[in-house]
């Protein structure tokens, strides 16, 4: 914990707030706190430390983040079906990365209680209507006739949350992540050949794998999750995380709890002083928002007390000396497992800003984790209206961010990406992003334009994404082999950038 003074989960409210809600009926809204305060934990300490340590496996370049889901999820969308199509989808990419990574992915979605967004405006204009700005299903509705903050919300974003997260623990502890059928998690709608090859040719490989670490008695065995308790081959960890806004909901899912003595010991961490620290339940990763992450606010400090591991928005408006200030204060002992960086800086701009935001971090020697979003810098507006964005600049981003890690002798640790594996009624993916191997033209953004909030890819052009990537480190693993550095740099991913767009 910060020195610089005594924290406790409300201290956070002596200081500014940014993207605050005003909720006209202040009782109601107190009411429904305690009864949120009073609820059952959402996640558990244990399973926080256990993604704790293996965020520090990603910080030592032992493992590899996946971050991705929705950018808001709506209470309308908690269906069996959407949740499922989530999840396949980011097994579905967690498994291209490891075939060419040969790493472990660290999975976590935004999911289970990605409810709220920030705005730029408290208002805007609807029709011929100024209304207050929609801010998410735990806020207000989509509706124009809605827009009235109501705590009620916070309550029915618990429950979605429970319900979610009850769906995502049982699917993956009944085979629906087994290696043996990765072909269940549904590639029927991807409608170019070439990727639909690409991904049968890892299942037919890994299939033979299978069969003979079967044949040799070796096809179960201790994974990298801390305890080695998951068979690698039948279940997998899977971690939920939203952005960490709405302080009176955090606050309420706050608690004070023991310490699990293993997990702090694997964490190196066993000089721990305390027996108990503040976990917030309410999902195992947060991070702070481009928006509200002032140095003075009240989100900086709110987390700084908690111990979850928690994530930091790094845009183009954040000076190298601020970063390091904020890392301080959030991370006062250095520990490993603790900070991820998450950089959205847009295709243009990585250049300017990235390299001098590693060197800070490098010279005051906190430990991080880098992650690329290649997605909230690069929101365009179509020539029909639409939010959208361009795959090409996506990858243009994404594929910068690991030129200039290599180039300041650092190393992009994951991705955090805007994706849905969500189909419409005839079964389509939905058509939010431009580009990818399909092809998707502006005209086409209105054929399945379902997102209320940012532009998401869908399945297909999350699997390009999934593919560049894994055959960037592949083509690095080669080159550790024999090949120069040069080579590693002009590995797939570059090449490919040209073709797939």
Request: some cysteine; overall charge negative.
């Amino acid at each position: 914990m910060d020195s610089s003074g005594s924290w406790s989960p409300s201290s956070w409210k002596s200081k500014s707030i940014a993207q605050d809600v005003e909720y006209p009926d202040q009782e109601k809204l107190a009411k429904v706190l305690s009864k949120l305060h009073t609820l059952p934990d959402l996640v558990t300490p244990s399973e926080i430390e256990r993604l704790r340590f293996q965020l520090s496996l990603v910080q030592r370049n032992e493992a590899f983040l996946l971050h991705a889901g929705d950018c808001a999820e709506s209470f309308d969308a908690c269906t069996n079906e959407n949740v499922s199509a989530k999840i396949g989808l980011i097994l579905s990419v967690s498994l291209i990365l490891i075939w060419g990574a040969r790493l472990p992915i660290v999975r976590i979605g935004r999911i289970a209680g990605q409810y709220a967004k920030p705005r730029s405006s408290k208002m805007e204009k609807v029709g011929d209507r100024e209304v207050l700005s929609f801010r998410g299903d735990n806020v207000n509705g989509l509706d124009i006739d809605d827009r009235t903050p109501d705590p009620e919300r916070l309550l029915r974003a618990y429950f979605h949350s429970a319900t979610t997260l009850n769906h995502v623990r049982g699917l993956l502890t009944s085979g629906f992540a087994s290696l043996h059928q990765p072909r269940d998690w549904s590639l029927s709608h991807v409608r170019s050949p070439s990727l639909k090859n690409e991904f049968e040719e890892i299942v037919e490989s890994l299939t033979d794998a299978l069969d003979f670490s079967r044949t040799i008695g070796q096809e179960s065995g201790p994974s990298f999750e801390l305890g080695g308790a998951r068979s690698t081959v039948g279940e997998v960890d899977f971690y939920t995380s939203h952005e960490g806004l709405m302080l009176p909901y955090e606050q309420a899912l706050t608690r004070l709890c023991p310490v699990p003595k293993s997990n702090t010991d694997a964490l190196g961490a066993s000089n721990l002083n305390e027996q108990k620290a503040y976990y917030n339940t309410s999902a195992h990763f947060i991070w702070i928002g481009d928006r509200t992450r002032q140095i003075d606010g009240g989100h900086v400090e709110y987390f700084r007390g908690i111990r979850n591991p928690i994530g930091i928005k790094v845009g183009p408006s954040m000076k190298s000396e601020e970063l390091v200030r904020l890392l301080d204060i959030v991370n006062p002992d250095k520990a490993y497992g603790r900070i991820t960086l998450i950089t959205r800086y847009g295709a243009g701009k990585v250049e300017d800003f990235l390299p001098e935001h590693i060197k800070a971090v490098k010279t005051s020697q906190h430990p991080v984790i880098w992650v690329c979003d290649p997605m909230h810098g690069n929101t365009l507006t179509s020539s029909t209206g639409l939010k959208t964005r361009h795959f090409h600049t996506i990858i243009s981003e994404l594929t910068s961010c690991i030129r200039v890690h290599s180039e300041c002798d650092s190393r992009l640790g994951g991705v955090s990406l805007e994706f849905t594996g969500e189909l419409n009624d005839e079964g389509f993916s939905v058509t939010e992003c431009l580009g990818g191997s399909m092809e998707l033209s502006e005209e086409e953004l209105g054929l399945r334009y379902q997102s209320f909030c940012d532009p998401r890819l869908n399945f297909e052009q999350s699997l390009d994404i999934a593919f560049l990537i894994s055959n960037h480190y592949k083509n690095e693993r080669r080159a550790r082999v024999g090949g120069t550095m040069k080579e590693q740099r002009d590995s797939v991913l570059f090449r490919e950038l040209s073709v797939r767009k």
